[in-house]
């Protein structure tokens, strides 16, 4: 039985998000899938049992189970030493780019990913396009901000890069945007991350549980 076990699927980029974390870290841990699309996570049982936030990941140790993938990631580090920041200012660093991650950059990119993708219809064009400037404007800042170094802290990869590699990997035809065309600097840090030992795309790393179905949007005519 994996020490760590993480209650997640395959289309969660907050629980890739762990999941290539300890992967790279070369923890010992199993993924535990969850049925989203059927309604797992709004089950009043899973929450009283897993989660009373209703959301993946959860990662459970020792019986003990956490949720919210920063924090999560904060304590892997703290009791792993792995990717860990050092020192006051690398951790204030880390701290601050993981809640610009969640709050913005991981925010919008996944908020635009299920609108274009994954509701059963498809939205308003003028949602879309709100989305998608948002993502634009958080995705300028990390492209520029890794323009002049190879991980987001700096010369090595920390928890933050497993952080914002959350949705990064899904397919362009999910996301609605081609980051090699449109963010050289991000891409190249995507590619830096791939190259890590135990670097595997979310699908496979999380070959579980339960997303909405892809919505094929028609190309134009």
Known sequence: MAHYKLHCNGGSGNSYKLALYLNCAGLDWEPVGV????????????????NAMGEVPVLEVNGKKMSQSGAILIW??????K?????????????????FDNHKFT???AMHRFQNS?????????ILSFLRSRVEASCSIVDKHLMDRPFVLGDRP????????????YPSEETGFDIEADFPGLHAWRKRI???????????LMPVGSSPPVR????AS
Not at 118 to 126: R, S, W, Y
Not at 216 to 219: E, K, L
């Open 35 to 50: 049925d989203f699309a059927g309604g797992q996570t709004r089950d009043p049982n899973w929450r009283a049992g897993t």
């Open 76 to 81: 892997l580090a703290e009791t792993t030493g």
């Open 83 to 99: 990717f860990a920041p050092v020192g006051p200012d690398e951790r204030f660093e880390a701290l601050r780019w993981i809640l």
């Open 107 to 109: 925010n919008n990119y």
């Open 118 to 126: 994954l509701t059963a219809e498809p939205v308003h064009p003028a």
């Open 158 to 169: 920390t928890i933050v890069d497993f952080s914002m590699a959350g949705y990064v990997y």
């Open 194 to 204: 791939a190259g890590l030992p135990g670097w595997k795309p979310p699908y496979e």
């Open 216 to 219: 094929v949007t028609p190309p």
